[in-house]
C-alpha cells in the first residue's frame, strides 16, 4: 500500500504553529488544489471549487497513525462529519513540477457568512499582508 499523502495550505505549513506535527512527514514540495481559500481569523479555510487556486504544500506521511492524530488537532470526526469543523477528502494537488497527485486536505465545512477571501489562495503571503495592511478590516481579523 502506498503511503498517504496530504496537503498543508494553512497552520501546518513550514514555521506556522502546527508543523511539528509534520515532523515524520516527506516534503513533496510545493502545490495548489482547486478552490478558494477564507481567512476565518487565526486559520484558514480551503472549500473546493474550479474556480481559484489554493496554495500549499504537499506531504507523504509516513507515520500510518498520523491521519487520525491531524483528524483530531483538525476538528474532524469522521463518524460525525456534519458535526466537524473541517472534513478530510482526497482532492488532486499540482505539483510545482506539473505533476497532478491525489492527496488528502482538510476542507472547512463550517459557515462561510464571516469568512473574508483571500484571492491570492496563499495563507502565508496574506498573513504578511495582513501584518502591514492598513485595511481595516484586515487589522480586525488581527486582533
Given at each position: 500500500?502506498?503511503?498517504?499523502?496530504l496537503?498543508?495550505?494553512?497552520?501546518?505549513?513550514?514555521?506556522?504553529?502546527l508543523?511539528?506535527?509534520?515532523?515524520?512527514?516527506?516534503?513533496?514540495?510545493p502545490?495548489?488544489?482547486?478552490?478558494?481559500?477564507?481567512?476565518?481569523?487565526?486559520?484558514?479555510?480551503?472549500v473546493?471549487?474550479?474556480?481559484?487556486?489554493?496554495?500549499?504544500?504537499?506531504?507523504?506521511?509516513?507515520?500510518?497513525?498520523?491521519?487520525?492524530?491531524?483528524?483530531?488537532?483538525e476538528?474532524?470526526?469522521?463518524?460525525?462529519?456534519a458535526?466537524?469543523?473541517?472534513?478530510?477528502?482526497?482532492?488532486?494537488?499540482?505539483?510545482?513540477?506539473?505533476?497532478?497527485?491525489?492527496?488528502?486536505?482538510?476542507?472547512?465545512?463550517?459557515?462561510?457568512?464571516?469568512?473574508?477571501?483571500?484571492?491570492?489562495?496563499?495563507?502565508?503571503?496574506?498573513?504578511?499582508?495582513?501584518?502591514?495592511?492598513?485595511?481595516?478590516?484586515?487589522?480586525?481579523?488581527?486582533?
Amino acid at each position: 500500500m502506498e503511503p498517504d499523502v496530504l496537503f498543508v495550505y494553512g497552520s501546518l505549513l513550514p514555521g506556522l504553529p502546527l508543523h511539528p506535527l509534520l515532523a515524520s512527514a516527506v516534503p513533496l514540495g510545493p502545490g495548489q488544489i482547486p478552490g478558494r481559500l477564507y481567512d476565518l481569523g487565526d486559520y484558514p479555510g480551503a472549500v473546493t471549487t474550479p474556480h481559484g487556486r489554493v496554495h500549499g504544500e504537499a506531504y507523504r506521511l509516513r507515520d500510518p497513525g498520523l491521519l487520525r492524530r491531524l483528524d483530531d488537532e483538525e476538528g474532524y470526526d469522521p463518524a460525525d462529519e456534519a458535526g466537524s469543523l473541517y472534513v478530510r477528502r482526497r482532492v488532486p494537488v499540482t505539483l510545482a513540477d506539473g505533476r497532478v497527485i491525489a492527496a488528502w486536505a482538510y476542507l472547512y465545512a463550517g459557515p462561510l457568512a464571516q469568512a473574508v477571501p483571500i484571492p491570492s489562495g496563499d495563507w502565508r503571503r496574506h498573513l504578511a499582508d495582513r501584518r502591514t495592511s492598513p485595511n481595516p478590516r484586515a487589522q480586525r481579523r488581527q486582533a
